[in-house]
């Protein structure tokens, strides 16, 4: 059992930054990937960022440039930094987490958050 947990949502006026966090903790050999979505009143979830466990990342298009992820594979915790926020950006946010429980990779998980608030003022 492999539990996410994200943190550092909140509200900000437009321009602003936050920094958002995703704790994994459970039975965890290895994280492959940790990856941020979003998901705005209405919008289907799209992907935001993602990271491998090596230095591979991929962005959506809408926020290159503007937001960076990172993780920290031995704290097991993923980061993101949202800087230049918009209205736009306006959304829940949902950290995933997918890897392996056992060495032999027999075990694989696929974790999702319960999503934290990023709500930016205009």
């Known amino acids: 059992q492999v539990q996410v947990v994200e943190s550092g949502g909140g509200l900000v006026q437009t321009g602003g930054s936050l920094r958002l966090s995703c704790q994994a903790s459970?039975?965890?050999?290895?994280?492959?990937?940790m990856a941020w979505y979003r998901q705005a009143p209405g919008k289907q979830r799209e992907l935001v960022a993602a990271?491998?466990?090596?230095?591979?990342?991929l962005y959506a298009d809408f926020v290159k440039g503007r937001f960076t992820i990172s993780r920290d594979n031995a704290k097991k915790l993923g980061y993101l930094q949202m800087n230049s926020l918009k209205a736009e950006d306006t959304a829940v946010y949902y950290c995933?987490?997918?890897?392996?429980?056992?060495?032999?990779?027999?075990?694989?998980?696929?974790?999702w958050g319960q999503g934290t608030q990023v709500t930016v003022s205009s």
């Open positions: 990271i491998t466990s090596g230095i591979n990342t």
């Open positions: 995933n987490a997918e890897g392996i429980s056992d060495p032999e990779g027999l075990q694989e998980f696929n974790s």
């Open positions: 459970g039975t965890i050999f290895r994280i492959n990937a």
